[in-house]
């Protein structure tokens, strides 16, 4: 994991990238890795959603690209 990727770990993390919009609040990803791979993608220019594997009738994410 990048260095500054770590200011984004744990639930407080999570919590982040749902208050900026990037998920919605009822995304399932574990906060532990959530944060810094939210980040990690919309840095890129990339959807969050685009390449998470949950199910979207739980989590109500965008719908997965291949």
């Known amino acids: ?22 998920v919605p609040s009822t995304c399932t990803l574990n906060p532990e890795i959530a944060g810094p791979l939210i980040y990690s993608e919309i840095s890129k220019g990339n959807s969050p959603c685009a390449g998470c594997n949950m199910v979207r009738e739980i989590c109500k994410g965008q719908l997965k690209t291949e």
């Open 1 to 22: 994991m990048k260095k500054e990727n770590i200011m984004f770990e744990g639930q407080i993390g999570k919590d982040m990238m749902i208050k900026q919009g990037y």
